[in-house]
């Protein structure tokens, strides 16, 4: 059997069971395993022979490799299409990005009619494959007139995309045809949008002077200038402490101590690498600031923003959902998390409660940054990563990703924040993937769940990426000047003079009492890492 991938018998027979119990017997042609293919996962049964038995098989590497080149060649070939067209050529790189990735395929059989005379019409045509005849009516009745013939990499229907809607010409196909097609509404929504998005400045002077006056703060810190408090959480990883400055104890911080050789051992390097590289360079106020990093030969030391409000997720657990003014104000301070770190070409790809922290005056910010990725602007992913209930179908489907994948767990986490539960979950990620996969049009929203709430959760949550709100033309503004989002003060949010809906309970810098409470690390300390690998830390 393989460890990590998934197999189809050619011939032969096998038994399926589960804890001894027999579930099934399977013959040629049938699958399993397929499970691993997507991500790492404890198999669920056990499969073995019951004859002689031939098997054809995929690992999980090879798997997303021939996902990964097939996306990116078909990306680049539709990129080269899209560059030939004079209607196309003056666009930025990162639109005709996103032009490829809405282009769709549609196939045509020899003598189908593509596009019929006098006909109305809203779509552009690009041949990929075969060849098409352009004919035009005789006006004395004679039949058609052939005008010209069409192959691979010519277009036509370019003026419906202006609003040209009326056909002056047949198009027919003259053999197997396959046209990438874009009609006029998705065109309007992605030209125009996409530079005034990347090009948004987000930090001013006055704060990047702000930043560098506080670096020069702790870079002359050591280890031993802090006691250790309290405990703030538990993880296979290592611990987060509430530490206090031994000369300042006003000052207190959250640090996350991570166990080298566990990092090594789980292949984790690159994560951590990318982690710190993103976190010390995201000033945002919406964000959890990472200050400095130490090291030894045991541990990594990450000094972060402490946010003694606690984790949003106890407090929903606490209340069992939010109204929709506390909604709205949480998925705010995501919405400008987003905006700053897609317009530095970074994708967080973790969202959930778990990882937003309130602050003590209230305000809600993104930790733990160990998926985001620096993939630029317009680019894909294709790594397998995510919490199951918040994972976007392109991503379970290994189409690659991009930052419209952040927008799709928006959604999720209003519905949670509104319901108590996400939209989309079963026993088990591979039920929880197939509930996923049905849309969110099969999920039925509680009566609370407000007319223009549902509607937004439904434009975040498209099967189809580029239809995403936040993933447009207008980019995050879309979301904005949404209805569910309007009277509500932006600028108040920014600049931090709106009141939150829930002031956490904070007494003073040392209170860790909106934590739950985590026993004291009596764990052997791990053995040494001097393999350089945290070279940068």
């Known amino acids: 059997m393989l460890s990590c991938g998934s197999s189809t018998s050619k011939e032969g027979k096998v038994e399926v069971t589960k804890e001894g119990m027999k579930l099934c017997t399977m013959g040629p042609g049938k699958v399993f395993g397929e499970l691993a293919i997507l991500y790492n996962c404890t198999r669920t049964a056990t499969v073995r022979t019951l004859v002689h038995v031939k098997l054809w098989a995929i690992d999980r590497q090879c798997y997303q490799t021939i996902m990964m080149r097939t996306g990116l060649i078909k990306h680049a070939e539709y990129m080269d299409f899209l560059k030939s067209v004079p209607t196309f050529k003056g666009l930025p790189e990162e639109t005709l990005s996103k032009l490829a990735d809405v282009m769709e395929e549609t196939h045509y059989e020899d003598g189908d009619y593509i596009i019929r005379q006098g006909a109305r019409g809203d779509t552009f045509f690009i041949i990929s494959n075969g060849k098409v005849n352009v004919t035009q009516e005789d006006p004395d009745n004679q039949g058609p007139v052939h005008l010209r013939e069409l192959t691979r990499g010519d277009w036509f229907g370019e003026r419906a995309l202006q609003g040209e809607d009326v056909r002056t010409a047949n198009v027919m196909a003259a ?11 998705s065109f309007k929504h992605l030209i125009g949008g996409l530079e005034e998005v990347s090009n948004r400045g987000y930090e001013d002077v006055e704060a990047k002077a702000k930043y560098e ?190 930052v419209s994948a952040d927008y799709w767990s928006l959604g999720i986490l209003m519905y949670e924040l509104l319901t108590g539960s996400p939209p989309f979950s079963g026993p088990d990620p591979m039920k929880t993937y197939n509930i996923i996969l049905r849309g969110i049009d099969m999920v039925e929203f509680p009566k609370k769940v407000t007319k223009n709430a549902t509607n937004l959760i439904k434009k975040l949550c ?76």
Not at 281 to 286: I, L, R, S, W
Not at 472 to 486: A, L, M, N, P, R
Request: hydrophobic share 35%; aromatic share 12%.
């Open 462 to 537: 498209r099967d189809n990426p580029s239809e995403r709100l936040g993933n447009q033309k207008s980019g995050v503004k879309d979301i904005q000047k949404h209805k569910w989002f309007e009277g509500f003060n932006w600028e108040g949010l920014r600049k931090g003079t709106l009141t939150p809906p829930i002031r956490p309970d904070v007494s003073s810098p040392t209170d860790t009492s909106n934590f739950d409470s985590f026993p004291e690390d009596t764990d052997e300390p791990p053995p040494d890492d001097n393999s350089g690998w945290d070279y940068d830390f």
């Open 213 to 402: 006056a506080e670096n020069a703060f702790f870079s002359g810190l050591k280890l031993n200038d802090f006691n250790i408090v309290d405990t703030l959480g538990v993880g296979g990883f290592g611990r987060v402490e509430l530490v206090q400055l031994k000369k300042e104890e006003a000052k207190t911080f959250a640090m996350k101590i991570l166990k080298k050789r566990y990092i090594v051992d789980t292949r984790q390097q690159e994560h951590i690498r990318s982690e710190k590289q993103i976190m010390s360079e995201a000033h945002c106020d919406f964000i959890v600031r990472l200050y400095r990093t130490f090291k030894d030969r045991k541990y990594l030391y990450m000094l972060l923003e402490a946010c003694l409000g606690g984790e949003l997720w106890t407090l929903l657990r606490d209340r069992g959902s939010f109204d929709d003014t506390t909604t709205r104000f949480y998925t705010g301070c995501v919405v400008e998390a987003f905006a700053y770190l897609h317009a530095k070409g970074i994708i967080y790809r973790d969202l959930k409660p778990e990882n937003l922290l309130l602050d003590s005056h209230g305000y809600a910010k993104l930790v733990d940054f160990g998926f985001a990725k620096k993939i630029g602007l317009c680019k894909k992913t294709w790594t397998f990563c995510g919490t199951p209930e918040y994972v976007a179908p392109e991503i379970i489907l290994n189409k690659g990703h991009d």
């Open 175 to 185: 053999d197997a045809v396959t046209c990438l097609v874009i009609d006029r509404d």
